[in-house]
């Protein structure tokens, strides 16, 4: 958040708060974006089945579905193989695929959960029951959604966050009147203008806790806001969330009850 004083006499106090624009929108774009490409680039199901049933219904199918398309391969029992690892390349995992060898070429199974020691485990169930004749049938399966849209929604959603923060934050107008006894909490944004007031003799009987600093820890940061304390116990905050640093926000209290003489 940027501070800027407008106006100071000993009488009024005109301060303008703009947050750091190119940060929010920085993350918020971000998040939004890796959240929609994980759902669409790893969110899917893949099931792999062979079926033995009689020596005229010998048969396998590949089907995975994801956001985007579906597609499904059928082969002839006959014509699958084998099935094994791909060294000699890396998945979106970074780790070697499982591609199954066909008589018409190698064919990969996506498998996003899965890490090499269960790909070798999958290669080896499948090369089993080529060579299992009396096995009737063969079935993997694997959903990466149940993890995937979770987390994409979450990033999604915290992107959102960062954004509507933005569009509710343009510009903050706080104006410290002694004369008419009035504190005016201006917020324009680009979904409307809000307006708090309050009377200046009500904030807390302007002692020195009167103003504060309320701190937000998250998980890897911490954020902060101004709080006007009401003597009607009521709080009256500048910003519509946490989007002060440490440095501006000790500037703006400072510039606040060095005006309001709080002590």
């Known amino acids: 958040m940027r501070l800027k004083i407008l106006e100071q006499t000993p009488t009024l106090l005109k301060l303008q708060l703009k947050p750091a624009a190119i940060l929010y929108w920085l993350?918020?774009?971000?998040?939004?974006?890796?959240?929609?490409?994980?759902?669409?680039?790893?969110?899917?199901t893949t099931t792999f089945t062979c079926n033995r049933l009689e020596p005229t219904q010998e048969s396998c199918q590949l089907i995975t579905k994801s956001i985007l398309k579906s597609q499904v391969k059928n082969w002839n029992l006959k014509d699958v193989l084998s099935a094994k690892l791909d060294t000699s390349t890396t998945d979106a995992g970074n780790s070697y695929p499982l591609v199954l060898l066909t008589s018409d070429g190698s064919i990969p199974i996506d498998l996003v959960n899965a890490d090499r020691t269960q790909k070798e485990s999958k290669a080896a169930q499948i090369n089993g029951f080529l060579k299992n004749t009396r096995e009737a049938k063969l079935t993997i399966h694997e959903d990466s959604r149940l993890w995937t849209y979770p987390l994409g929604l979450f990033l999604i959603a915290s992107g959102a966050v960062c954004i509507i923060y933005m569009l509710m934050n343009g510009t903050i107008i706080c104006i410290f009147d002694k004369t008419l006894d009035k504190a005016t909490i201006e917020r324009k944004g680009w979904l409307g203008q809000e307006v708090i007031e309050a009377k200046l003799s009500e904030i807390s009987g302007l002692n020195i806790d009167a103003v504060a600093i309320d701190t937000v820890t998250g998980t890897s940061s911490t954020s902060y806001n101004i709080v006007l304390k009401l003597v009607s116990d009521q709080n009256i905050y500048l910003a519509v969330g946490p989007m002060f640093t440490a440095t501006s926000a000790e500037q703006t209290l400072d510039a606040i009850a060095t005006f309001l003489k709080l002590d």
Do not use: P, Q, S
Not at 27 to 44: H, P, Q, R, S, Y
């Open 27 to 44: 993350f918020g774009g971000l998040f939004v974006a890796g959240g929609v490409l994980l759902i669409t680039t790893l969110a899917k």
